[in-house]
Each structure stands twice: as structure tokens, then as C-alpha cells.
């Protein structure tokens, strides 16, 4: 079992998303906006969070630069009702792990979930997750801005879209 933190400013969404993740065994916490979210992730430890990408206060982007920032490790799935092209990559998903494009189905949410978790009954993924959480207090993240000042390096990882 995973404990999953949602962002998304509309309800129905969260419901959704909620009662989708706690059938499959996953501990779940929703929140209204990213400012809410990345509170709670300061509070006590999540294994994976999914954001929508616009919502008010702090935006979905923020928030998973913002949660990459705290915890590198941690996986973060952008759900987004937006066409996605190269340009919308680059500028919005920088930090994401997965992207899920709206309408979208209980198989995605679960594909997603599980390839970035692993399923809640073999618990292998969590576990090794939550061990990583543990590494990453004495974890030093690369230097981002070059010694001249002329520009960052950005980390990339590998994206796909379900």
C-alpha cells in the first residue's frame, strides 16, 4: 500500500481520483491546490503524488518542482485536460514523472500508479521507495547553477504519456 497525496482544485476530480486509488489498496489524502499539498508533503512522508496542472493558488508545475526539490525520489503523475506538444513538455512537466491526459481511465490511473509504485500486494516498489525517503535526508542534490552564473543544468528524467 502506497500513502498518495492528490492536488486538484475540482472535487469531483478528487472523489475520483480517491475512491479509483483506495479500491486498488493505496492510502489516499486529497487536497485543494498545490499550496495545500506541498504543506501536507512538509508534514509526514507520501510515497507519490498526483497533481492537476492548473489550479489556483499554486500550480500544478510548482508543485512538482517544488516536491522534486524536498524529495527527488518521489514520483509525481501531472494529470492535465490540455493538449500536450513538445512546447507544454518543456515548460510544464520539467519535474514530472508521468503525464495522464483527461478524459482518462481507472486502467491508466492504475498503469500509472503501479509502474511508477508497484502494485499495493506485492508492496516490493513501496518498500524500496519508502527506503530511498530514508536516503534522501543525508542526500545532497547536484549543484544546478554553473560556477559562472550563465545558466542551470536541469536533471531530466524520463517521461512518457499514458
Not at 25 to 40: I, K, S
Not at 56 to 61: A, I, L, N, Q, T
Not at 72 to 82: A, Q, Y
Not at 110 to 133: D, W
Request: glycine share 6%; net charge positive.
Amino acid at each position: 500500500m502506497a500513502r498518495i497525496l492528490i492536488a486538484d482544485d475540482d472535487l469531483m476530480m478528487r472523489e475520483l481520483l480517491s475512491a479509483l486509488l483506495v479500491s486498488t489498496g493505496h492510502e489516499v489524502t486529497a487536497v485543494v491546490n498545490g499550496y495545500e499539498a506541498l504543506r501536507l508533503f512538509s508534514e509526514k512522508p507520501f510515497d507519490l503524488v498526483t497533481t492537476d496542472c492548473n489550479m489556483p493558488v499554486m500550480d500544478g508545475s510548482i508543485l512538482a518542482k517544488r516536491i522534486k526539490q524536498k524529495s527527488p525520489l518521489t514520483p509525481v503523475i501531472m494529470i492535465t485536460g490540455e493538449a500536450i506538444n513538445a512546447e507544454y513538455r518543456q515548460n510544464k512537466c520539467k519535474h514530472v514523472d508521468l503525464i495522464v491526459s483527461k478524459p482518462f481511465t481507472r486502467k491508466a490511473i492504475n498503469q500509472a500508479v503501479t509502474g511508477l509504485m508497484g502494485s499495493p500486494s506485492s508492496g516490493q516498489k513501496v518498500e524500496m521507495h519508502k527506503a530511498n525517503r530514508e536516503l534522501e535526508k543525508n542526500y545532497l542534490p547536484p549543484v544546478l547553477e554553473k560556477q559562472d552564473g550563465v545558466g542551470m543544468q536541469q536533471f531530466q528524467t524520463g517521461r512518457r504519456q499514458l
